[in-house]
């Protein structure tokens, strides 16, 4: 029997039962392959089920607003997927009378949609004879045929297709795609498959001469970034504030509680004086551009240019001392956490009410009251390793005008912004 014959006899046997797979819809293709590009089936499933029912069809997502999808969205990350997936939506419907194009070449024209989407809807929806590579697909070619190249180099990605297209069933592509998708889901697995099983023990080069657990081979990924990203959840009678963030980089169009960004740790000092008075001055510190947040200069409220401060020593606690309880600290991150604390850590700093900063004070109608302070929050990402902060603010009074950017929403509304997993985890665990 050939390869492919014997891939799809596999897949008859041990394909999960998934909705995808119920249907020809365009949309609900579509939408699946989006989902699952960056997430497990496992995980995306619940995610398809409820968009589904929310957005039945790309009419009704073209409809809806960006925060609305991207609520949808949350916790699913690679929130890019989502807003290309509306932009997408729209076209459809704007230019395209809402007819999802049919073929490849139509298909691949729509925002977010790369080869691998296009070639999945195309074949499985259209029958067009077109051969889907993902990560699954690569790691089957690579040991069947015993590629050398790194399949995520450009000779290896080449490579890969090529093949992916000579093995594809021609006459039945939609199903032969999605039956090598699965079987190295299930089957062909990263670490250890089971060989002696296989239905392509014979002809699998990998396994013939005993490189199973050498291929393929990848061009390993660049260290992540670090950062450090220091929340401040400011409460004022039952309402907080947030902030959008801008279009380019990680969580685009997302929103947040005011944040101070940094490339290193920041002190106790920084992160509950000079920081946090520069956060919410929208001012810049002469001598700390390693240590510069992003979009701070955004939050300069109108009219107040001439409050911003030309250096540290300006804002040094006059000495009346306000009395800013807080709980326990373990004061700089190290990075360690995984988990989301409530800072119930034994070391109180001392000296805390001193590094309030006057200016402040000076913003703010009513005093700050440093509330609790979470332990630090590992949160990986692609490329970057983010470890959080969340510090509670409360404050009797808001100053008018807030700085620019900053949005007041009551705390029964915040469930309804579309925010960071790293934000949601922290929000599922503390009440705020
Ligand atoms: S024999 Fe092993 S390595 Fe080869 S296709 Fe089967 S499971 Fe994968």
């Excluded at 990848?218 to 260290?223: A, V």
């Excluded at 959080?388 to 404050?395: C, K």
Aim: one cysteine or more; a neutral charge; aromatic letters at 8%.
């Amino acid at each position: 029997m050939k390869i492919d014959g014997i891939i799809r006899g596999w897949y008859e046997k041990n394909r999960r039962d998934l909705p995808w797979r119920h249907t020809g819809d365009p949309y609900k293709i579509w939408l699946s392959e989006i989902i699952l590009q960056q997430t497990r089936v496992q995980q995306g499933l619940n995610y398809y089920l409820d968009f589904i029912k929310v957005f039945p069809d790309v009419n009704s997502l073209a409809l809806a607003s960006e925060d609305k999808v991207l609520k949808q969205w949350q916790g699913l990350g690679y929130y890019s997927r989502a807003r290309n997936l509306h932009r997408a939506a729209k076209d459809v419907v704007e230019q395209m009378e809402g007819e999802i194009p049919r073929t490849y070449d139509g298909l691949i024209k729509l925002k977010g949609v790369g080869n691998y989407t296009a070639s999945a809807i195309a074949s499985i929806c259209f029958g067009e004879p077109r051969a889907v590579v993902d990560g699954n697909v690569s790691r089957v070619i690579a040991r069947l045929y015993g590629v050398e190249e790194p399949i995520n180099s450009t000779m290896g990605i080449k490579s890969i297709a090529f093949l992916a297209h000579e093995l594809l069933d021609k006459d039945d592509p939609g199903n032969h795609n999605q039956a090598i998708m699965e079987f190295g889901a299930l089957h062909c697995v990263p670490h250890s498959p089971d060989c002696s099983t296989c239905p392509l023990f014979h002809p699998c080069e990998a396994r013939r001469t005993g490189r199973v657990d050498q291929l393929p081979v990848k061009i390993p990924k660049r260290k992540p970034v670090e950062q450090w990203m220091y929340f401040y959840i400011i409460i004022c009678n039952g309402e907080t504030l947030f902030s959008k963030r801008g279009t380019d980089g990680i969580w685009s169009s997302l929103y947040q509680f005011p944040v101070v960004e940094s490339n290193l740790p920041l002190s106790e000092e920084e992160m509950l004086g000079t920081k946090l008075d520069q956060l919410i001055r929208g001012a810049d510190y002469e001598g700390e551009e390693e240590r510069v947040p992003t979009g701070i200069s955004e939050r300069v409220p109108p009219g107040k240019s001439e409050r911003v401060p030309t250096g540290i020593s300006e804002r040094v606690s006059t000495g009346k001392s306000e009395r800013v309880p807080m709980d326990k600290s373990e004061g700089v991150s190290t990075g360690k956490s995984d988990g989301v604390s409530t800072g119930k850590s034994d070391r109180v700093p001392t000296g805390i009410s001193e590094r309030v900063p006057t200016g402040i004070r000076s913003l703010w109608p009513d005093k700050l009251t440093i509330g609790k302070i979470s332990d630090p929050i590992r949160h990986q990402l692609t490329h970057r390793t983010i470890h959080a902060r969340f510090i509670h603010v409360e404050t009797g009074t808001w100053p008018d005008p807030l700085p620019a950017g900053w949005i007041k929403i009551s705390l029964e509304q915040v469930d309804d912004f579309p925010v960071p997993r790293l934000i949601n985890r922290y929000m599922e665990v503390v009440k705020i």
